[in-house]
Nanobody, 124 residues
């Protein structure tokens, strides 16, 4: 049974940094693309970043480009989201997700498995 578990959320001040991790199990991690999404209170879940199965291609929401970095370690079945220069508008629950698809990685419907989410709160 596939399982994704996120770690690393927390509360920081604006300008601070956090590193999220997502540990995967129950499926062949190295054959799945991975994504990070976030959902603020009262809003839809939106794409933040994605990485293909090998780590050779990455994709970002425009507003996080240059601040966030997605990476993966296939030997550890883990995907990461390094978040720098955090702003209050980055406050949300962050979810990792996995998909066998290679296209449409910015779309929630593409993904097969989801984690339970981790809260990130950025204060001004």
């Amino acid at each position: 049974q596939a399982q994704l578990v996120e770690f690393g959320g927390g509360s920081v001040q604006a300008g601070g940094s956090l590193r999220l991790s997502c540990a995967a199990s129950g499926y062949t991690f190295s054959t799945y693309a991975m994504g990070w999404f976030r959902q603020a209170p009262g809003k839809e879940r939106v794409f933040v970043a994605a990485i293909n199965w090998s780590g050779g291609s990455t994709y970002y929401l425009d507003s996080v480009k240059g601040r966030f970095t997605i990476s993966r370690d296939n030997a550890k079945n883990t995907v990461y989201l390094e978040m720098n220069s955090l702003q209050p508008e980055d406050t949300a629950v962050y979810y990792c997700a996995a998909t066998r698809q290679i296209y449409n990685l910015r779309t929630t419907k593409t993904y097969d498995y989801w984690g339970q989410g981790t809260q990130v709160t950025v204060s001004s």
